[in-house]
Structure formats: C-alpha cells, structure tokens
C-alpha cells in the first residue's frame, strides 16, 4: 500500500484553497527580498503529508526546522512513505555531530552528513529535515569544502602521491584493507578508497600517475564489480588535516593557563582537530542555512517550541558541566592524572549559533512557519509573516477497540451522503462486521484512484496495512495515521482537510474518508 501515498500527494494541491493559494503565494519570484508565510491549525501528524505536498507542487529545496531528534527521524520516515519509493533518495535527516570529546561516531552517520552537504553544493532539489541540535552546530564553510573535493576521472593524470596527500587532508583514515566509510588503502599502485558520498568502496589501479581504471568492489568478497568513469572524492571530516587550522585553533582559544597547555599538548600529539571547536579553526562561520539554493524554502515549526528546547540544552549543558566539577572537588570522581589533562580540553569554550543568530539569514529567505498551540517567547528571530493561511486540520478517529462506535461512526457518515475507504489486511472479516451492522459494503480493486469516486457506501481493499482514504480532488482526509511498509510497519501520519464556510455541507456529499481499522 505504499502507493497510496504519492497518490495523496498529487491530490492535496487542490483539496483546500488556503493551501492552494499558499502554494501560490510561494512560487511567486524572491526579488532580491526574503517572503514570509504563516500557516495555523494544522496538528502535528498532519505536517509530514503537507511538507510532501508542498515539496511536489513548489519543487526545490525545502528545509524543515522541528524541535527535537525524534520529531526529526518521525518526519522523515513519513516523507519518505508520502513520497514513494522513487523519491526516498530526495529526504534527507540532518543529524546533530557528537560533541563530545573522544566519542566515536558511526561511519553511516558522517557519510550521510557529508553526502547532505555534497548534495546542497550541486543544489539537488530535495527535503532536509533538522532538529535544533543541529543548527547549534556550524558547519564546515562551502567554499572550503567545494575547493576540497575532487574527481579521479579514468585516463587522466591525477598524480599517484598527490591523491594520497589529498585523502590524508580531508580527512580519510589510511588502513591496511578498507572495511568502511572514510578509509583508503594502498598496494601497489592499487588505490582502495570508500569516499564519504560513495554507496560502495572503488578501486583505482594508476600506471605511474595516471589513473587507468575505477572500478566499484564489495566489501565482503573484495571483488570488482563493473567500472566507473569517474568518481567524486569529498572532505570526509569537517577540519581538514591542516596545520593553519591547527594553528587557527590555538591562537583563538581563550582560557587558564592550563587549558591552553592541555590544548597544545593533545594537537601537538597529533590528534585531529575535534570538530566542536570548527568555529575557531575557520575564519568564516558558517550554518546549514548558507548552504541552501538561493530559492529553498525554510519551514519553522512552532518557533515557540524550538525555543524552549534550545533553553532546555542550554540548560542542560550547564548542569552537566557543574555536576563535573562538583564531583571533582568532593573527590567522588576519581581523575587519574593522566587524564587531567584531555579532561581540560572540555573547557575549551568555541561559539556556536543560536536560533537568534538566523534572525538575519531567514529574513532574505522564503520562510513558512507552521505555529503550534500556543507560541510564547521571544521570537524577534521569526521573520514576521506576510500573508497567513488557516488550514485546519483533525487528529484521527479513535474508537477504542469497540466495534460499535466504529460502526456508529460508519454509519453516520454514509448517511450523511460520503464514501468511506476501509483499508485493512483482514477485509472479509471486516466487511463481514459492517454487513452484521446493516451497511452496504463492495469489495475495491487492490488500490484507490483519487478521481474515480465510488457510490455512496463502504468500498473495503485488501491487502495493506495502511488506513487511508481519498476523495475528490476538493478536500482530502486520512484518518488513522497511514503507515509506511517499506521502512517499518506502525509508522502512521495522518492528516485532515476540512473545507470552511456555506461550501462545507456541499463538500461533505462527496468526501472520501478513510479510517483505521478497529482491533477487536
């Protein structure tokens, strides 16, 4: 049932005309200024449908600011279900970057990170879900990374030692046998790289400087598998293995004459820079935001929310700061002195961006803030919207595993003159219940087609575990929360439209529902 998703999609443009018009509204030209659009009353299991929607009537990029990393990662498993599986590779989840010291981080993470911001440079259209963890962080500038990364093309010189050099400088880790992302190997003139964009590792085979071939390898078997012509290599760290910017770090750092020993003592070891401190190594600070085409749009949920959760890391951070200290000072923290010294390097204090800190980068941007309940704060950082739209929307039908305010509820809205699409895995025994309550029920071919309405009635599909419906293109409404197959069954957004004013019982005739099966 993953293709019912797309299909909603396609339909939600003209199933509301607040929306219709705010896509409107955001197609029309920057002009050199920024434009900023409100939208109200919309639930948050609705916003993942309508992001979607948003993304495939208006195109480009659209970047997604939300609270937390679980309100990012719930996002993003929607998208991709509302988007279909040809489009997955267009959503993207902006992870924060572990800051602490010494913490390991997985290979799949910075790869997909790297890839985000290879991807911004060659401005793809896609859907870039972030938490505000994430726009804490600054990134590595543009420029430098554009200026980095470089192509190994088949027949041309590429200089055997100079490709080396160049994989030590972006980071890349030299091991005996590439086993992941970020690593190179050499034997020979044999060159084992696994770039940080890469889906799979290559091998480079080069007579004296030349590169003669490039070919793709598996990991398990080590063998080729078919050749490229050409491949991208791109930073694979965020610090590029530069001594100016070892340099940069020292002279910026402020702090106790011992912090500062420590700092020189760990860089002069030859450790690489931690990327926490990438605000003192690079002259420019740089967010996520300057990565976007000139023409993203960026959508801010509920600023009021994000600043509370800023407030709250803020917080937290410096509790866990104190609470360090204090053990330190009672002696319940037992500190070898061994480890005095790279303990002291967490007191080396570099800038990081606050929300505040954007207030001038949204305001030469396309904006649209989805507000929650309730927006409080001080939100001078929020570009001050142009036109707003009311778009309300409806959490799910619950019936609480009782059958008979299901039935109930079918009933209703079947004598009121709509079409109700029941989507469920046991569809005989379903239908059988609406029979045993009096309601007409045909059996559906396998999916819904959102401009071949039925007759008035229940249509039961089989098979699928999605709970979903369609009606015609004027107003459409999910109710359950449609769930996406491929990634993990219980995933489950939901979204309802809701026509306004003399039209509403009009369009009421002929709405499509759909509701999530009851679980006796």
């Not at 080069?206 to 080590?222: A, C, H, M, Y």
């Not at 293995?241 to 860089?267: F, H, K, W």
Request: charged share 25%; aromatic share 6%; hydrophobic share 40%.
């Amino acid at each position: 049932m993953a293709a019912l998703g797309p299909s909603f999609v396609r339909a939600l443009p003209a199933s509301s005309r607040p929306l219709a018009e705010l896509i409107e509204r955001l197609r029309t030209p920057l002009a050199g200024r920024g434009a900023a659009f409100a939208l109200h009353e919309t639930t948050s299991g609705a916003r993942p449908y309508l992001l979607a929607g948003l993304h495939g009537a208006a195109g480009g990029q659209l970047f997604v600011v939300v609270a937390t990393s679980d309100i990012a990662e719930r996002t993003f498993t929607d998208l991709t279900y509302y988007l279909g599986e040809p489009e997955t590779r267009n959503v993207a989840l902006l992870r924060p970057r572990e800051e602490t010291l010494g913490a390991i981080e997985s290979p799949s993470e910075r790869s997909a990170r790297m890839t985000l911001l290879a991807d911004l440079c060659a401005r793809r259209p896609q859907i870039i879900i972030a938490p505000v963890g994430a726009l804490r962080q600054y990134v590595i500038p543009r420029a430098v990374f554009e200026d980095a990364a470089f192509t190994l093309r088949t027949g041309e010189s590429a200089g055997w030692d100079a490709t080396l050099v160049r994989l030590y400088r972006l980071g890349y880790d030299r091991v005996d046998v590439v086993s992941a992302a970020g690593e190179f190997a050499v034997r020979g003139g044999i060159l084992d790289v696994f770039a940080a964009t890469a889906d799979a590792p290559i091998r480079v085979e080069f007579f004296g400087d030349d590169v003669e071939s490039i070919r793709p390898f598996d990991l398990q078997s080590q063998r080729s598998t078919g050749t490229l012509d050409e491949a991208l290599i791109t930073p694979w760290r965020e610090i590029l293995r530069d001594p100016a910017l070892r340099e940069n770090v020292l002279a910026r750092t402020a702090g106790e004459a011992n912090v500062i020993s420590a700092l020189r003592s760990y860089l002069g070891a030859g450790h690489d820079v931690p990327e926490p401190w990438l605000s003192l190594a690079y002259d420019e600070q740089t967010t996520i935001v300057d990565y976007l085409d000139p023409g993203a749009l960026v959508v801010l949920e509920e600023p009021g929310l994000l600043e509370t959760v800023e407030r709250g890391l803020d917080d937290e951070r410096g509790r866990g700061a104190a609470a360090l200290l204090a053990g330190v000072d009672s002696g319940e923290l037992d500190v070898r002195a061994d480890d005095v010294g790279e303990a002291l390097l967490a007191d080396v204090a570099a800038p990081s961006p606050r929300l505040a800190d954007y207030a001038d980068r949204l305001r030469a941007r396309r904006t649209l803030t989805i507000t929650g309940g309730i927006e409080a704060g001080d939100l001078r950082w929020v570009p001050p919207a142009m036109d707003r739209f009311v778009l309300e929307t409806r959490p799910p039908e619950h019936f609480n595993r009782r059958i008979e305010l299901f039935t109930k509820q079918v009933r209703e809205w079947t004598a009121a003159g709509d079409t109700v699409w029941l989507v469920a895995t046991g569809a005989s025994r379903l239908a059988e219940i609406l029979r045993g309550a009096g309601i007409g029920v045909q059996r559906s071919a396998p999916f819904v087609h959102l401009r071949a309405a039925g007759t008035d009635g229940v249509a039961v599909q089989h098979p699928g575990p999605t709970a979903a419906c369609a009606r015609r293109p004027r107003d459409l409404r999910t109710a359950g929360q449609a769930r996406q197959t491929a990634r993990r069954q219980g995933r489950r957004p939901g979204y309802a439209g809701r026509p306004q004013g003399r039209r509403l019982r009009r369009a009421r005739r002929a709405r499509h529902r759909a509701i999530s099966r009851p679980t006796q």
